[in-house]
C-alpha cells in the first residue's frame, strides 16, 4: 500500500499457512490465509511478505470480520519487493502476517441508517468488499473506478443497485469514464460520509469535488493506496 516495511523492525509477526489463491485477473489475485486467534475490524490492514523475505507491504483485510480465514487482494507490481513473491506463492505455502492495524472503519457512534459513499479505485476496492460482507444491511452506494470492465474484482459481493463500474478504457462498465466524473455529475449530498480509498491522485481530486458540493471535511475518510 504505501511502503514496504522492513520485517525486522516490526513486532508480533506470525507465519500463516496459505489456504488458497484466487486469481481475478493475470495480474490480481486473492491470497486467503489461515487466521488463527488474529481479530479485526472491517477496513484495517495487515502488513504481508513471503516468509523468508526481507520486506513486507500493507494490505486492507478483503474478507469479513466473521470469517474464520482472512484475505487480501493484491495486484502484482512489476519490479515491486513483494507483489511478485507473493504471487509465486502456493496452496500450503506459508505467509509472514503482522497483527491488524489501522483507523479507516465506520464509525460506531453514527446511526444504524447512515448512508455511505465508497469510492475505490483499482484494489482500492478491499476495504469497501470487508465493509459489506462484515455489515449486512450496510446502506451504502460502491463507486470503483478501474480501466477495464474485466477489473471489477467479485463484484457479485455486492448488489446490483448500490455498486457503480466505472471503467476509463472500455464501455463495458456502468458508467463510460472516472469515477470524478461520475460523482461531478451524480452528487450524493452534504449527509452522507464518503469513504475514498485507492490513487492518492483520485483521493485529491475526489476531495476537491466534494469540498466544491458543501461536503464538510469531517464526513470524508480516506486511505491512500500508491
Known amino acids: 500500500m504505501e511502503k514496504e516495511v522492513p520485517v525486522a523492525n516490526k513486532i508480533k509477526t506470525d507465519l500463516h499457512e ?11 489475485f486473492v491470497i486467503k490465509i489461515e487466521k488463527k486467534d488474529m481479530q479485526f475490524e472491517a477496513g484495517q490492514h495487515v502488513c504481508v511478505g513471503p516468509p523468508n523475505g526481507i520486506h513486507t507491504r500493507e494490505y486492507s483485510i478483503y474478507s469479513a470480520e466473521q470469517d474464520d480465514f482472512i484475505e487480501i487482494l493484491v495486484k502484482e507490481v512489476e519490479n515491486g519487493l513483494v507483489s ?35 469510492i475505490a479505485s483499482g484494489t482500492g476496492i478491499s476495504p469497501f468488499h470487508s465493509f459489506v460482507l462484515s455489515k449486512p ?42 469515477v470524478t466524473e461520475y460523482l ?19 483521493i485529491h481530486d475526489v476531495y476537491d469535488i466534494l469540498e466544491d458540493q458543501g461536503v464538510s471535511t469531517d464526513n470524508i475518510h480516506a486511505e491512500v493506496y500508491f
Open 18 to 28: 496459505i489456504l488458497d489463491i484466487r486469481h481475478l485477473t493475470e495480474s490480481t
Open 84 to 118: 511478485p513473491s507473493l504471487k509465486k506463492l502456493q496452496k500450503g505455502g506459508f505467509v509472514i502476517v503482522e497483527e491488524p492495524v489501522g483507523y479507516f472503519t465506520i464509525n460506531k457512534d453514527l446511526p444504524d441508517n447512515q448512508k455511505y459513499v465508497f
Open 137 to 178: 444491511g450496510l446502506n451504502y452506494t460502491l463507486l470503483h473506478g478501474v480501466k477495464y470492465a474485466e477489473e471489477a474484482y467479485e463484484s457479485n459481493a455486492y448488489d446490483n443497485d448500490k455498486y457503480v463500474l466505472c471503467t476509463s478504457q472500455d464501455k463495458k462498465g456502468d458508467y463510460a469514464g472516472r
Open 184 to 202: 461531478k455529475k451524480n452528487p450524493f449530498g452534504k449527509d452522507v460520509h464518503y469513504y475514498l480509498c485507492g490513487n492518492c491522485n483520485m
